[in-house]
Every structure is written in structure tokens, then in C-alpha cells.
Nanobody
């Protein structure tokens, strides 16, 4: 499975971006999907995840109320709408496909990863 993330860029604090991630084939329809991010000098961290049915979203505390995850199984895509962006949201964002169908915040539960898309939020 190949994942292609897009939508990153440079935005001012308070702005919005929408990330998209396309899977190369119809393998993610029964699997949860998630977004993680890695800031310079920091470890990769969980951002959001969604079950294969599209429900039960999970969010990191740092993005709750600002980010929304969604998916379109017919198009093998997952999205991340990011609003009220802050400079601390600056990172490379990675989409991932989980081994199971339930949303998970654990790195080890994901076995396919995209190449990442850079989000830079200026103050």
C-alpha cells in the first residue's frame, strides 16, 4: 500500500489547512486510518485517527476542537481539516493505515505510512 499525503504549506497563525491522503488501492476500507506529526527535533506524535466506518474519531488533546478527521472509503482517502493553526502545529504530517478497524493513537498499531507533508505555521 502506498499513501500520498498532500495539502501542506505555509500559513499564518489562526489560519486553516486541509490535508489529504490517498491510498494506492482499496485496502484501507476495512482499516482505521490516522494522522501523526513530527516537529524538528521531536518524536513523532499522534494527531488524530478514525475507524474504518468513519466514526469514533480520536484526537490528541493539543488539537481537540481545532482539527477534524474524515475519510471517504469510496475514494480511499482520509482528510485532516486544521483550523485555528498555531506555530506549535508546525511539523511534517504523516498519514497512516492501521492494522485493525478501530481508531488508535498508538504508533505501533499502524503498518503503512505516507511520505509526509510539511505544515509551517508562522506567528
Amino acid at each position: 500500500v502506498q499513501l500520498q499525503a498532500s495539502g501542506g504549506g505555509l500559513v499564518q497563525a489562526g489560519g486553516s489547512l486541509r490535508l489529504s491522503c490517498a491510498a494506492s488501492r482499496r485496502t484501507s476500507s476495512n482499516n482505521a486510518m490516522g494522522w501523526f506529526r513530527q516537529a524538528p527535533g521531536k518524536e513523532r506524535e499522534f494527531v488524530a485517527a478514525i475507524s474504518w466506518r468513519g466514526g469514533s474519531p480520536q484526537y490528541a488533546d493539543s488539537v481537540k476542537g481545532r482539527f477534524t478527521i474524515g475519510r471517504d472509503n469510496a475514494k480511499n482517502m482520509v482528510f485532516l481539516q486544521m483550523n485555528s493553526l498555531k506555530p506549535e502545529d508546525t511539523a511534517v504530517y504523516y498519514c497512516a493505515v492501521a492494522r485493525g478497524s478501530s481508531a488508535s493513537s498508538y504508533f505501533k498499531d499502524y503498518n503503512y505510512w505516507g511520505q509526509g507533508t510539511l505544515v509551517t505555521v508562522s506567528s
